[in-house]
């Protein structure tokens, strides 16, 4: 046995040991507050049995281990559905690159051992009513105050905000150059006067997005990470920090095991549904395009095992595989029929047909929507041209609004 | 065949746009979403104050014996202001049962009731997930009626219902009373259709039609109510269209109108082609009431109507990107209302097979 | 029975006396010269019979009735499959053309019968290498020469010009203006000194279209049809002069029930396709999508008998109908198997589904490309803003190229 | 199973394409296309030279003993060339047959013949429309075979063909020299894979294996053949990609290049997209060989690659436009063979139903 799969056995007796309180089945009917209780529990845990920062370095409570480690962890531990997603945003951005770019070491050492046990949660304020698909178009700015920033204005879209005790954040310190060229980094306290969340309802009912409005809040110059004017760049490397996080080839929705059981439980006008063409289409073409992008992933933990850099197609996954499952999931609908119509507002995204199509749009959009994802592949990988770009070197205060 | 409007359908089509503009209010659609057993009765007051109930009803029952082109473009208007009640195509579909069904009494007992909107029809046909189930498990014997239909659309509140059941074997649609059946409401993720289980325990109901008839006539039935629910359709793709166009016209990224970008122009293109195709086919099919091809005419309207709503929900949200998937916005109103449509009276695949099996015995 | 209705069982009666000599099945196996030849015999038949230039004006040798008749003829002659490949163009665009702006009257009169009889073709020449779906970025130019012109350049997808007497051409007269300002329009002597017409071999093996060098080419100023610099304008009136021609749901590839009927006949994994899901899918879709066309094509005819404009949803035809016809046509080949791998480069378009295929793309991109038709609905119809356009405003010979 | 290529692997899919770029010559593939009779015969000189026709082969019987992955590699390089002869997939399939089959002498005769070139293998499955008949009508008795198969690649000039054929009522795999088989051609849209109709009357064959052990092999070598397919679909569709990129780079409208249009730029980026999900299910499949899987990846790969190439050869063609559709560009040369290579050793549905078998068993 490789020493990554001894660790993954190792991870695995964990996770089993910790199933019965905080997996899938334990959470059934919580609230998100319980869920958050819990989850802050079960991160507690994760550090005291050594599973937490696990690719960090020791020298700010890490374990040292590599990313494979902490991706094999990862996959083992999604399988398990415990309740993580407080914690994942926080730890998989803002906090590294406070660890990167904040030069009170003390400071940083603190608040990485509270973020690890849950005990913190960190959120990262991008985006902005006016931005959508553009983030260098933000319009929150700050102004020297003494020797600090005041700010001013307003983010969206920032998951659990209304949980967060810090954030990151990209501003406008300069609206007299262009537009990617003016923006500054901070870290914040979500506690500060002048910091209003406010969460957002989605169309599937739940709020874990937030509007957050600044008025006339302080920042020290301390907490700037990053040059003054600095920001595009910070806010990059923030975005790229982790590019292989584990993927999901069934787009975060039901896996396909889940289809294929219920076009063998309903007929099509008297017969199995199984049997029907247009249901085995769309089994076979989901499978295949499903397989493929597991094969990449496998094909890019294999290239990092070898010490290589992984192919660009791992851009893909996110693209083919939400889209996908929006479809799918309609078709599962429509095989129910009238047993479909009845819906369970909080059924598991995983098992759940119509969850997880009410809820698909938002993963088509949050986190690069088609069209963006699109555009980079073209640009980024296949060399084609950008779009027109009107406000390209045009300082931010002469663009039309 | 295929019609223009004349002056009077084009003033129907009109007058039922400009009275749910007005009435239209998006808060209180949405706030149904979330409450069980809850219809929009300010739009069920339209309707019957609008005489909308009374549209397709015979003049000799009180009604005003216009036909589907006339239900149609009101059902078109409904289909765009996402209007929360569903008993305006399961009122046709019982009124269009008793008037061709073999009960006259029953048909002058029920008709002009359904057609002042003092009582509440609605059709109860499929069974677990099949639209039209060859042998329904629910019985009729001895005039009662037992078993279960579930799902009902308007079921938490119609008076009456057409009931596709089974009698020594044979099909029979018969008519029941709901005061005599439980009604087990349920909880949809499109609640202002009232969906119920329907439980019957020995509820009396009377026969319309049996066997061969019974046959033809839940199919001619089940025809109509499809393009009134295909005219819904194209009303919602229709609206979702302006919507995305009037967006991809004032949202500006990278300095620019979204809309000048081919993605989201040639969607909206798209869009419009969808929406005209399936239009096409609405008005067409409407025309053909009671013709040998209305059938055919039918599934081509509820297909194209159905890929319409379907996709345009889909596109239209996509091209808001966040904006799109917020509760406030209420594009998910459309996005609910297009799956619950789209399995409401027999879904895609419902209608492909219907349609090519009268496509094969044409074609020699 | 209405007027209509009596006219067409008139041309009814006049095709089928027609079709024994002059139909499908008398060309089948002919080449191109020989139906060439019988197409001209047929239009010299059909002129004598009072149906040709059926809604031009008695002035110059029409028969001064309406548009509703004549695609009530053209709908009836479609159905025969008559040689009139060759006169459609010429009789579509550049003869009424020439009629509405060529002042010499006698010879206008001239051209037209000869037109009419089939005895003279006349070619439109828009397109050039460098222009694709951008009819005012043409180069063929055009200066001062005495009292006349003198024509340098270059045309190409010049439909059958390699059979043409005369055509109507679009120039570049002055490079120095706004691209679409610069251009006059002319008709050509397809004789004439210095024109050079080269066929061009298509994908699926024919040549009706050609690529068409002018060197030196004299021109009277008499030629000319429209004012110097109001070429562009004269360009779009001929592409709008037919707007409601005969259209085809079926994309002009093969009628649904040839695949109905191919469906009824072959097998899937031992059960008769017809039975399959995937193939009933396809049929229904095809169906009702054909159907919504055909739909519009009824109201539109009603409308224009109504005395009223049709509505801007005609558009739709071509984009929708060729684009759903070319993988139907993949798929009729899928469902063939080993048995549609045999190939008749003869065989008629609208029964063989090889033929449809192997050119059906060329459908999708001659008369408007699919992109330049969602584009033209996007703006023309749904007024969304134009694309990005960096020549605009520029004079032509200041575009970078 | 999933892998990254080894060094040697590596050096044969960087050497075929540089001696298929370097040899390469659409004018003469042009030329081929309106020929009956004739296949790319350079092309057939070079797979001998560069021994791609012994990749496969165990190395007791004279070839290099290297397996799918290898042979994939080559047929990608093969694929991206539209290289014209069918012959290499062919020759795998009877080798195949032939290693696994239990004739040892029979092995022992055409192995070493087939790894060196001299002889020419096709495989003959199909009749009718079926890709894989249950019961296929060619008879096999007394060791003659009776009966035609229809357009099988190569089978103008292969010397000896692997035939699926029934004996008893029971199917059987049997080999047969094609000397004593008469051979009509068929007139293709793609003439280069020398589609011909095998004719048997009496033809002298030897059975390979029969039964069940004949329904287990020809699944197999279908599967073996179609991954070597789907490789070759995969050059093709990445050729067009490239094509399509470059062309989109250069190519200018409007006064800018139409890859700044998004309809022409998302286009290549979603043509990107089905070849590298289709060449990662052809690397799976491939290193799959010999496992309980190999079916279900063969068939994950056919899928992706098919519809990637038939996609890619679709909008590589609208993305060029007029000049697109000319002989003399060729695109129609990957049209054409998107079209030959979906059709031959099964279609998209014969592959379909046999992965959602294979599925169906594995979900209880």
């Known amino acids: 046995m490789s020493e990554l799969e001894a660790y993954r056995a190792k991870a695995r007796a964990f996770l089993e040991s910790m199933a019965p309180k905080y997996g899938r089945d334990a959470r059934s009917g919580n609230t998100v507050e319980q869920d958050l209780a819990l989850g ?36 083992e531990e999604m399988q398990f559905g415990m309740p993580v997603q407080f914690f994942g945003i926080s730890l998989g951005m803002p906090v590294p690159i406070l660890i990167h770019y904040c030069e009170d070491k003390e ?88 910091v209003d969340v406010r969460p957002i309802k989605l169309a599937g009912g739940d709020s874990h997005v937030n509007e957050i409005f ?22 990059l490397h923030t975005l790229m920090i982790e590019r292989y996080i584990a993927t999901d080839s069934g787009g975060f929705g039901p896996h396909l095991d889940e289809f294929v059981k219920l076009a063998k439980r309903v ?62 999931s309609e078709m599962a609908m429509d095989l129910m029929g009238n047993e479909g119509l009845a819906f369970d507002p909080h059924a598991y995204v995983k098992t759940d047909w119509g969850t997880s199509w009410l809820n698909a749009p938002t993963g088509r959009i949050a986190g690069g929507s088609d069209e963006v994802l699109l555009n980079t592949i073209a640009e980024k990988i296949l060399g084609l041209p ?13 663009i039309p609004a | 065949m295929s019609i223009l409007y004349d002056e009077g359908q084009q003033a129907i089509a009109t007058e039922s746009r400009r009275v749910l503009d007005a009435r239209m209010d998006k808060a209180r659609l949405l706030k149904l979403l979330e409450q069980v057993g809850e219809h929009d009765a300010p739009f069920w007051d339209t309707a019957v104050e609008q005489g909308w109930t009374a549209l397709a009803v015979p003049e000799e029952h009180g009604g005003l014996g216009l036909g589907l082109i006339e239900l149609g473009l009101v059902a078109q208007a409904c289909g765009a202001a996402t209007s929360g009640a569903p008993f305006l195509t399961g009122g046709y579909g019982v009124s269009q049962a008793l008037v061709q069904g073999g009960n ?88 202002s259709r009232l969906y119920a289980d329907l439980v019957f325990a020995g509820t009396p109901a009377t026969e319309l039609a049996a066997g061969d008839a019974a046959r033809a006539l839940v199919l001619d039935v089940m025809g109509r109510m499809a393009v009134v629910t295909a005219h819904e359709q194209v009303g919602g793709a229709e609206a979702l269209l302006h919507i995305a166009r009037d967006y991809a016209n004032t949202r500006k990224a990278f300095g620019q109108p979204i809309g000048m970008f081919q993605a989201i122009k040639h969607r909206v293109a798209e869009m419009y082609g969808l929406v005209e195709i399936a239009r096409a086919n609405c008005i067409h099919a409407a025309a053909s009431e009671g013709t040998a091809e209305f059938l055919t005419a039918a599934a081509d309207a509820r297909i194209s109507a159905t890929e319409a709503y379907d996709t345009n929900s889909r596109d239209c949200v996509q091209i808001h990107g966040g904006i799109g998937v917020t509760w406030e916005l209420g594009l998910h109103l459309h996005m609910r209302r297009a799956r619950s449509l789209a399995v409401e009276c027999g879904n895609l695949v419902f209608w492909e097979d219907l349609l090519v099996e009268r496509l094969q015995g044409e074609v020699a």
Chains 1, 3 share one sequence.
């Open chain 1, 40 to 75: 802050r529990e079960y991160m507690a845990k994760k550090y005291d049995a050594g599973f937490a920062g696990i690719n960090w370095s020791p020298d700010i409570g890490g374990q040292g281990l590599t990313h494979l480690h902490k991706i094999t962890f990862d996959a």
């Open chain 1, 107 to 194: 400071f940083v050492k603190e608040r990485v051992r509270k973020a690890l046990r849950g005990e913190e949660i960190w959120c990262q304020m991008f985006s902005e009513p006016s931005g959508g698909s553009d983030l260098a178009a933000l319009r929150t700015k700050v102004e020297s105050d003494g020797n600090g920033w005041k700010m001013n204005g307003q983010k969206i879209w920032t998951s659990w905000a209304q949980y967060c005790d810090y954030g990151v954040i990209v501003t406008r310190s300069d609206p007299t150059v262009e537009k990617h060229k003016g923006l500054t980094y901070f870290w914040i306290d979500m506690k500060s006067k002048g």
């Open chain 2, 104 to 191: 006259a009494a029953l048909a002058a007992q029920w008709l002009p009731r359904l057609a002042s909107g003092e009582a509440i029809g609605c059709v109860a046909i499929a069974e677990g997930n099949a639209a039209l189930p060859p042998a329904p498990a629910v019985s009729f014997a001895d005039g009662k009626l037992s078993g279960t239909k579930p799902a009902v659309p308007g079921g938490q509140k119609a008076d009456v219902a057409l009931v596709w059941a089974s009698k020594d074997g044979q099909p029979v649609l018969v008519l029941a009373e709901l005061a005599g059946a439980a009604r087990n409401a349920v909880d949809s993720y499109d609640n």
């Open chain 1, 214 to 235: 600044f008025d006339d809040v302080r920042i020290e110059d301390s907490q700037r990470l990053g040059a003054v004017g600095g920001g595009f760049g910070v806010s």
């Open chain 1, 386 to 398: 950008q779009d027109y770009r009107p406000d390209k070197g045009v300082p931010f205060n002469a």
């Open chain 1, 267 to 328: 007929d099509i006008n008297a017969k199995p549904a199984i049997e029907d063409g247009r249901v085995r289409s769309a089994i076979a073409r989901n499978h295949a395009m499903r397989a493929g992008l597991d094969s990449i992933t496998k094909r890019a933990f294999a290239m990092m095992m070898a010490g290589m850099q992984p192919g660009p197609e791992g851009s893909l996954q996110k693209l083919v595989a939400v889209r996908s499952r929006q479809k799918l």
